[in-house]
């Protein structure tokens, strides 16, 4: 059975930074393409990274030069490094895969990071 599992997230200041990780459990990352979004309040789900097989990243422009992504094979785990954090980047985090889809179509329950300013 494939799980996601995120954790790291928290209420920081704005300029600050967290780290968020998503732990896969059931298939061995660079198998599926993953992903990290995000969900504000009244907002629709956006995303802001996209990891390739190979653990390449692309990043939404709202976040590029701001957040990096990477993954721990040994871990099997998914990071998301986040720094010089704004307000506007308040949201639900996800981690989600793609699994012999086009689409991401397994999803992590979350967490939340709250930015005040």
């Known amino acids: 059975q494939v799980q996601l599992m995120e954790s790291g997230g928290g209420s920081v200041q704005a300029g600050g930074s967290l780290r968020l990780s998503c732990t896969v459990s059931?298939?061995?990352?660079?198998?599926?393409?993953m992903g990290w979004f995000r969900q504000a309040p009244g907002m629709e789900r956006e995303g802001v990274a996209w990891?390739?097989?190979?653990?390449?990243?692309t990043y939404a422009d709202s976040v590029k030069g701001r957040f990096t992504g990477s993954q721990d094979n040994a871990k099997n785990t998914l990071y998301l490094q986040m720094n010089s954090l704004k307000p506007e980047d308040t949201a639900r985090y996800y981690c989600?895969?793609?699994?012999?889809?086009?689409?991401?179509?397994?999803w992590g329950q979350g967490t939340q990071v709250t930015v005040s300013s």
């Open positions: 059931g298939y061995p990352l660079g198998k599926y393409r």
């Open positions: 989600a895969a793609s699994l012999y889809s086009i689409t991401y179509n397994t």
């Open positions: 990891i390739g097989r190979d653990g390449s990243p």
